[in-house]
C-alpha cells in the first residue's frame, strides 16, 4: 500500500487534504461537499467508510464546510482540540456523537499511525496543527498560523514531509482589495503566515531533513503560486539546500504525492 498526501482542496475557499500512511486513511479538515468529497475519494478506489479518522484543525467554515452532512451520513470519528470540540457542539449538536476532543498537545493513535497534535497561533476557539508518525515516516501539518512559536518548529523539525501555509505575499496584500482591518488580521500574529514567513521556515526544515514541501492555504487575491513558490526556491538556494516543492492548488492536486523517506538535498552554496 502506497504511503501518500493528497490535497483535495486548498485556499480560503476550501481545505482538505488526505494521507495515507501505514494503510491508514486519515482526512484533514472538512472543507469540501460530501458529494464532491465522495467523487475525489472514489476517483482512489476509496469511500468515505474507507476513512479511519477525520482530524479537524479549527472551527472556520473554509475547514468544516462539509461537517453537517457528513454526521448525517457517517460514522468516521471526528478528532479535535477541545475547544474547536465545544465550538463545533454548538454549531452541529448533531455531531457530538463522532467528536473525539483531545488536550492540545496530545498523542494518540489512528490505526497504525501516530499523531501528535500542536497549539497555532490564529484567531480561532483552539486552532490545530499535526505530527503523524508511521511506518518509519513522520509528516506535519500547519495552516492558519500568524507566526511560527517555538512549539510548532518543534513539532515540525525532522519530518521528511511537511505540508505549510505559504498565504500571502505582503506587498500584494498591502496593495490589494482588503480594507486595512483585514489586512492586520490576516498579517497579524493570530492571522496566516506570509510567504516570506513560510520560506525562513523552510529552509530549517530542509536543513533538518525535510525533502518534500506542500505550500497550501494560498490566498486567491493576495498571493499566486508562482509568488509562493519562488520565496521558497530562493530561500532555499540562498542556504545551498533543495527539495521537491509542490504548491496545492485551489481544488484538487493532479495527483497524489508519493511520500518518501529520502533526506533533502544540501547543495553547494553559489558563489
Known amino acids: 500500500m502506497d504511503n501518500f498526501y493528497?490535497?483535495?482542496?486548498?485556499?480560503?475557499?476550501?481545505?482538505?487534504?488526505?494521507?495515507?500512511?501505514?494503510?491508514?486513511y486519515i482526512l484533514i479538515d472538512l472543507g469540501v461537499s460530501v458529494r464532491r468529497l465522495t467523487a475525489l475519494l472514489g476517483g482512489l478506489g476509496l469511500t468515505i467508510d474507507d476513512l479511519d479518522a477525520v482530524l479537524l484543525t479549527h472551527e472556520h467554515i473554509d475547514h468544516i464546510k462539509g461537517m453537517a452532512t457528513f454526521v448525517k451520513r457517517h460514522s468516521v470519528p471526528l478528532y479535535t482540540a477541545i475547544g474547536t470540540?465545544?465550538?463545533?457542539?454548538?454549531?452541529?449538536?448533531?455531531?457530538?456523537?463522532?467528536?473525539?476532543?483531545?488536550?492540545?498537545?496530545?498523542?494518540?493513535?489512528?490505526?497504525?499511525?501516530?499523531?501528535?497534535?500542536?497549539?497555532?497561533?490564529?484567531?480561532?476557539?483552539?486552532?490545530?496543527?499535526?505530527?503523524?508518525?508511521?511506518?518509519?515516516?513522520?509528516?506535519?501539518?500547519?495552516?492558519?498560523?500568524?507566526?511560527?512559536?517555538?512549539?510548532?518548529?518543534?513539532?515540525?523539525?525532522?519530518?521528511?514531509?511537511?505540508?505549510?501555509?505559504?498565504?500571502?505575499?505582503?506587498?500584494?496584500?498591502?496593495?490589494?482589495?482588503?480594507?486595512?482591518?483585514?489586512?492586520q488580521r490576516v498579517a497579524g500574529p493570530r492571522g496566516h503566515l506570509s510567504n516570506p514567513d513560510c520560506a525562513k521556515l523552510a529552509v530549517?526544515?530542509?536543513?533538518?531533513?525535510?525533502?518534500?514541501?506542500?505550500?497550501?492555504?494560498?490566498?486567491?487575491?493576495?498571493?499566486t503560486p508562482g509568488h509562493a513558490r519562488l520565496e521558497t526556491e530562493a530561500a532555499l538556494r540562498a542556504a545551498g539546500l533543495s527539495c521537491t516543492i509542490l504548491v496545492a492548488p485551489k481544488d484538487e492536486m493532479e495527483q497524489p504525492l508519493l511520500l518518501t523517506r529520502e533526506e533533502a538535498c544540501v547543495c553547494c552554496p553559489s558563489a
Do not use: W
Open 204 to 223: 530549517e526544515l530542509v536543513q533538518n531533513g525535510t525533502s518534500q514541501l506542500i505550500l497550501a492555504h494560498l490566498s486567491d487575491k493576495n498571493n
Open 85 to 183: 470540540a465545544e465550538a463545533l457542539s454548538r454549531k452541529f449538536p448533531q455531531a457530538n456523537d463522532h467528536l473525539r476532543p483531545f488536550y492540545s498537545g496530545a498523542n494518540f493513535t489512528v490505526g497504525n499511525v501516530k499523531v501528535y497534535a500542536f497549539p497555532t497561533p490564529h484567531d480561532a476557539a483552539e486552532s490545530t496543527g499535526y505530527r503523524f508518525e508511521a511506518d518509519g515516516m513522520r509528516v506535519g501539518y500547519a495552516t492558519d498560523l500568524g507566526f511560527v512559536p517555538t512549539p510548532v518548529r518543534e513539532a515540525l523539525l525532522g519530518c521528511s514531509t511537511v505540508v505549510l501555509e505559504s498565504n500571502h505575499d505582503p506587498e500584494m496584500l498591502r496593495t490589494g482589495p482588503y480594507p486595512y482591518a483585514l489586512q
Open 6 to 24: 493528497y490535497s483535495l482542496a486548498s485556499g480560503s475557499s476550501g481545505n482538505c487534504g488526505l494521507l495515507a500512511l501505514d494503510g491508514t
